[in-house]
Every structure is written in C-alpha cells, then in structure tokens.
C-alpha cells in the first residue's frame, strides 16, 4: 500500500475499421495506446478492460447491408 488514491484504468475499445482506442476511466480521454498513466489526469493506471465495441458495429453493418 502506497496510500496512493489517484489511479484510474484504461477501457480499450476495438473497432472494425480504425485502431484501438484506450479511454481514461477517470477523465474520459481518448488515447491511442495504453500508458502507464495517463497523459491528461496523471492518474496511475492499473491496468485495462476489454470492451468489445466491434461487435455492435459489425451488427450495425449488417443491417446497413441489407
Ligand atoms: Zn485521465
């Protein structure tokens, strides 16, 4: 234990058609890569979710195609 409360986790989201992207759980940044703490809040980050995104959008693109 650091006593250290600052820490936040990155949400990665896969997309279909453009790179991932990992979002800031405490400031809601956008980033391109999962840094050890994040470049706008300065939170440690803690590690990362997986949310898988590409899923909806691959649904969303069949119903576009038909
Ligand atoms: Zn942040």
Redesign the pocket.
């Known amino acids: 234990m650091f006593g250290r409360k600052n820490t936040?986790h990155w949400i990665q989201k896969t997309h279909l058609l453009r790179a991932d992207e990992y979002i800031?759980s405490?400031?809601g940044?956008r980033f391109d890569a999962p840094y050890e703490e994040?470049p706008?809040?300065h939170?440690v980050m803690t590690g990362a979710d997986y949310d898988p995104s590409w899923v909806d959008e691959a649904e969303f693109l069949d119903i576009f195609d038909k």
Request: with cysteine.
């Open positions: 936040a800031c405490a400031c940044r994040c706008h809040c939170r």
